[in-house]
């Protein structure tokens, strides 16, 4: 049975409901991009896995954007992460594990198992989470994969290698979960995934630029918009200084062979409109024995350079 880890990441701190959305910003969030992906998507599974009070936020945030379409991002980077998912692995590859941490009410991991019918899909996100999302995939009398499972945990709490059970993963994902964890908790994070990954297996993450928001909050309409997101989300810790600093930060955790994958250029790709460019699915993977040796002699250089640079300063 897994272990609580007092060190681990708090990813669910709670806080006030104002907008029946969830006490957590992660379940805040989670209510609101499936609000947002069931009035721009409409479909039956996009429908199902929302409720009223997120898909009325999703209008009312529709109605201030004024064209701007902002919210388009949340629809677009699960399509961005599928078209990845598809560039890396073929579907027919047999005994495939795909993991999908703090799958919220996604409705990705529906289509990951059915287009990997080969493959074991597990979701995994927090008991009420996992319990809410069964039920109204019930209620809508949506066919759940029998290669699709859950596990419930908090990942503030258990270690995702427990989660586990040491079952390594072909692929992990994680979508809108590390914009609100701090610059310690995403290197936990990201440590977490390379530990619980295949040798060559894949990561792939949603990052958000400090940069890019700054610049598009001078549009009044988009500042209006992320205003009333951030006050009703909360604390954002997590959106990422630079490009070097995530990938710096996924380097250290293990990773290997890391790309930026912008969401605007995947949209390019899979003829999908543009969203607002603030988004970035980085994607790495865990290294093999021969690509470990590589890392271990490119960090013996860096630790050089910087014991050099030490010594200057």
């Known amino acids: 049975m897994a272990q609580l880890d007092p060190n681990l990441p708090n990813f669910n701190r709670r806080g006030d409901d104002k907008m029946a959305l969830g006490h957590t910003p992660s379940t805040r969030s989670a209510e609101l991009v ?5 009035a721009l998507l409409n479909t039956e599974e996009t429908m199902a896995l929302s409720k009223m ?11 201030m954007d004024r064209k701007s379409n902002i919210l388009w ?8 992460i599928e078209a990845l998912t598809k560039r890396h692995f073929p579907e027919d590859k047999p005994g495939m594990l795909l993991v999908d941490v703090a799958a919220g009410f996604s409705p990705r991991g529906l ?8 493959a074991q899909v597990i979701e995994i996100d927090l008991p009420e989470v996992v319990a809410e ?9 949506i066919a759940i994969p029998a290669n699709m499972s859950w596990l419930e945990a908090d990942l503030g709490k258990v270690n995702l290698h427990d989660i586990l059970e040491g079952r390594k993963a072909d692929l992990i994902t994680s979508e809108g979960l590390t914009l609100y964890l701090t610059k310690d908790e995403n290197a936990r994070l990201f440590q977490q995934a390379s530990s619980s990954l295949k040798p060559g297996g894949v990561y792939m993450a949603e990052v958000y630029f400090r940069e890019k928001l700054a610049r598009l ?51 390019d790709e899979i003829g999908q409109p543009k969203p607002v460019e603030i988004i970035s699915i980085m994607v790495a993977r865990k290294p093999t024995l021969a690509m470990r040796s590589e890392m271990q002699r490119v960090q013996e250089v860096v630790a050089v350079e910087r014991e050099a640079t030490d010594l200057v300063s």
């Open 34 to 38: 499936a609000g947002a992906r069931a």
């Open 53 to 63: 009070s997120g898909r009325i936020v999703a209008r009312i945030l529709s109605d």
């Open 73 to 80: 991002f949340f629809p677009a980077r699960m399509m961005a």
């Open 111 to 118: 289509h990951m198992a059915k287009n990997y019918p080969q």
């Open 133 to 141: 999302k069964k039920k109204r995939l019930e209620h809508a009398h």
């Open 217 to 267: 909050r001078q549009n009044p309409n988009v500042n209006a918009v992320a205003s009333f997101v951030l006050r009703m989300v909360g604390s954002v810790p997590g959106m990422m200084p630079s490009l070097d600093f995530v990938t710096q930060l996924m380097f250290e955790a293990g990773l290997d062979q890391i790309a930026e994958h912008p969401v605007t250029d995947m949209m």
